[in-house]
């Protein structure tokens, strides 16, 4: 039982680049996220899907896209990478789509876009 | 808008100390009150958890007061060790799963 698996680790990027990052779990949870953490600010909701098909936008969706055709894999797509988008990003899944449940984090991808 | 205010940002104690760390909050909404133990490299990872029906909860040397009247509420860590040297999160949710963070609170443990 892996969790949550986020790949890669570590990604240099040029402005103007596009990547998508891979988030996988193997939990069977309904509810999947994406979060940036910055210095200072904490952890910010991006993106969230509350079961396959269904995604929705979070504090800070400019910039990133998601879909989610599977229970297991969450990607989360950068269009057109700028500096402002150099963070770590984290992935979590929980069971519950209804709140009360803690996540579970991957152990994030440290982006850099130069 | 800070939904979930943390402080403080970091915090030095001495090894047998007992750590505090507060958050306060403003939506009357939310239900959920979990935090989160994150190490260097690692994601966040649950440590406590509190509903608004308790004003204490206790797990090994962690405890959560919670007060709903003054919408706050704080991790206190017993007997402090070198190995609890964490970044710790507050959160609130409420509904759906759409958890607010604090900005977390950096503790450094000395022996």
């Known amino acids: 039982n892996a969790g949550v698996t986020q790949t890669p680790k570590f990604q240099v990027l040029k402005t103007g680049q596009s990547m998508t990052l891979q988030c996988a779990q193997d939990?069977?949870?309904?509810?999947m996220s994406w979060y940036r953490q910055d210095p200072g600010m904490g952890l910010r909701l991006i993106h969230y899907?509350?079961?396959?098909?269904?995604?929705d936008q979070g504090e800070v969706p400019n910039g990133y896209n998601v879909s989610r055709s599977t229970t297991e894999d969450f990607p989360l797509r950068l269009l057109s990478a700028a500096p402002s988008q150099t963070s770590v990003y984290f992935c979590?899944?929980?069971?519950?789509?209804?709140?009360?449940?803690?996540?579970?984090f991957g152990d994030g991808t440290r982006l850099s876009i130069l | 808008q800070q939904q979930v205010k943390q402080s403080p940002q970091s915090l030095i104690v001495q090894k047998g100390g007992i750590p505090i760390i507060n958050c306060a909050y403003e939506?009357?909404?939310?239900?959920?009150f979990p935090w989160y133990q994150q190490f260097p490299g690692k994601g966040p990872a649950l440590l406590i958890a509190?509903?608004?029906?308790?004003s204490e909860k206790k797990e090994g040397r962690f405890t959560i007061s919670f007060n709903k009247s003054a919408k706050q509420f704080s991790l206190h860590i017993m007997d402090s060790q070198p190995g609890d040297s964490a970044t710790y999160f507050c959160?609130?949710?409420?509904?759906?799963?759409?958890?607010?963070f604090g900005i977390g609170t950096k503790l450094q443990v000395i022996p």
């Open positions: 959160a609130a949710s409420g509904g759906y799963q759409k958890v607010t």
């Open positions: 979590a899944s929980s069971y519950s789509v209804t709140g009360g449940q803690p996540q579970h």
């Open positions: 939990m069977n949870h309904e509810y």
């Open positions: 899907s509350v079961g396959a098909g269904i995604t």
């Open positions: 509190i509903r608004p029906d308790v």
């Open positions: 939506n009357t909404a939310f239900d959920y």
